[in-house]
């Protein structure tokens, strides 16, 4: 059985920094994508950021330069670390695994989701 499991979320001040973990078990996930999401009150599920199988990287503009995603496929773990935090970036965090290799930016892409994690930010 596939399980995501997000970690790392709480309350930061704006300008902090976080870092998001989902360790993945259940099968091995070094030859598909991975993706993190996030859903604010009121809001549709929204991309943030994207690996795919070799490491490449996607981010959404609002994120771009703040945020980074990365991999471990050993410990079949994505991380996404998450800097210069702005109360607009609050919301439940989603990790995701990818139907492919390749990353895409819609929720139609991925095919297993965690429970989420709660990132607020303080002004």
């Known amino acids: 059985q596939v399980q995501l499991v997000e970690s790392g979320g709480g309350l930061v001040q704006a300008g902090g920094s976080l870092r998001l973990s989902c360790a993945a078990s259940g099968r091995t996930f070094s030859s598909y994508a991975m993706g993190w999401f996030r859903q604010a009150p009121g809001k549709e599920r929204e991309f943030v950021a994207a690996?795919?199988?070799?490491?490449?990287?996607d981010y959404a503009d609002s994120v771009k330069g703040r945020f980074t995603i990365s991999r471990d496929n050993a410990k079949n773990t994505v991380y996404l670390q998450m800097n210069s935090l702005k109360p607009e970036d609050a919301a439940v965090y989603y990790c995701?695994?990818?139907?492919?290799?390749?990353?895409?930016?819609?929720?139609?892409?991925?095919?297993?989701w965690g429970q989420g994690t709660q990132v607020t930010v303080s002004s």
């Open positions: 690996i795919n199988w070799i490491g490449d990287t």
């Open positions: 995701a695994v990818g139907n492919g290799r390749y990353s895409g930016r819609t929720i139609y892409d991925y095919g297993y």
